[in-house]
């Protein structure tokens, strides 16, 4: 579900879970064990997250979750919010190379890098939780304030709008778009240039710069997380997955 490659010192972590990469359990502790196991080796300078095919992650898998239940929702909730504080917190530079459709969860994925990339054509990247029916945990809001412009904020987390590349770049979701066939190459040469810092100088710069989130995110994520919980279990809410499911089968 997650292969992993390493060259000269750049990892490379790519999502192959099924068609669309979707985040169950399965592979939010797969991508957590790889995200720790890259931090402790001295050899990986920097690593780069992408997908495989046409889609870098259509988000939480929703298919799951309703087969899954209250149990389900209240184990998995949990789980999302660690991944993304170790993705966003991880000392190491990580560069987001989005080759396709990037939803939701892995919207936020790919705002949790330090740099990102987004191919050219088709994909499209935001964030429709609230039209599919169910609330993200904080830590997701608190990174997308983080790596977007605020005055897009509300615009991106209300409306649900994905938007192409070119839209993408221009509401700082994403910093550079990439001809398709060189997105990798894009992608490894800046991994290339955020590892040639100075290790030390580069974790702590990184760590300045995103304390205020973490420590927005260790203060309320927990006291927080019981409302987002109770909204994912809720009839209405499984009931407006089902037909934002069923929407998305008809297209």
């Not at 999502?15 to 790889?34: I, M, N, S, T």
Request: with cysteine.
């Amino acid at each position: 579900m997650l292969q992993i490659t390493n060259h000269t010192g750049i990892t490379t972590l790519r999502l192959d879970h099924g068609k669309v990469h979707a985040l169950d359990l399965e592979l939010l502790h797969a991508l957590d064990d790889a995200l720790r196991a890259f931090e402790e080796d001295a050899g990986a300078r920097a690593a780069i997250l992408t997908g495989t095919g046409t889609v870098f992650s259509a988000g939480v898998d929703l298919y799951r979750l309703l087969d899954g239940g209250p149990e389900y929702a209240r184990a998995y909730v949990p789980v999302l919010s660690d991944t993304l504080r170790h993705l966003f917190a991880t000392s190491k530079p990580v560069v987001a190379a989005i080759n396709g459709h990037a939803i939701a969860g892995g919207c936020v994925l790919a705002e949790a890098c330090d740099y990102r990339l987004m191919a050219d054509g088709d994909g499209t990247i935001g964030v429709p939780e609230l039209r599919v029916g169910i609330p993200f945990p904080l830590v997701a809001i608190e990174i997308l304030r983080f790596a977007t412009s605020t005055k897009h904020l509300q615009e991106l987390v209300y409306r649900g709008t994905t938007y192409l590349s070119p839209q993408a770049r221009e509401r700082g979701l994403v910093d550079e778009v990439i001809p398709t066939g060189k997105l990798m190459q894009r992608a490894a040469a800046v991994a290339e240039r955020l590892a040639s810092e100075p290790t030390g100088r580069f974790r702590v710069t990184k760590r300045q710069l995103r304390a205020p989130v973490l420590a927005a995110i260790d203060a309320h994520d927990r006291e927080t997380a019981a409302d987002v919980v109770s909204e994912w279990e809720r009839p209405e809410s499984l009931a407006a997955i089902q037909a934002y499911l069923a929407a998305r089968r008809g297209k």
